[in-house]
């Protein structure tokens, strides 16, 4: 930890939207990856979230990225006899991936992350600022 807590907390935030960004993206990047067996078919994925209080000061609490689960709603069946990764009754499997909920997630993700980088910012204003106060 620094001497400066609102660091910590927002290169926290910083990772953990981070790695939500980039969950979404492989979410959405596998969206139209179908499959003929349904145990194989790509799931979407998502992370859990936990709050980290700091021990030296109980008012402040940063994020970690605690795993990332896959969503366990079963795959789209999709009747495509013609495809050739069909199975032997026609059937294709499609992900789980619900494009616009992933799109959501990616703007929230996206400001979330714009946020922490402007809380980064402030901070190092206030920091210099703070240093500039004993010329």
Known sequence: MSSFPIFDIAGSSLNA????LNTVASNLANVDAVSGD???VYRARMPIFKAVMD???PDTA???????????????????PGHP?????????APNVNPVEEMVNMISSSRAYQSSVELL???KELALATLSLGR
């Open 85 to 93: 990764l069909a199975d032997q009754e026609g059937y294709v499997y």
């Open 38 to 40: 349904p145990a194989a």
């Open 62 to 80: 940063s994020v970690q990225v605690q795993s990332i689960v896959e969503n366990q709603a079963p795959p789209e069946k999709r009747y495509q």
């Open 17 to 20: 939207q981070s790695v939500r």
């Open 55 to 57: 021990s030296n000061n």
């Open 121 to 123: 910012n402030t901070g």
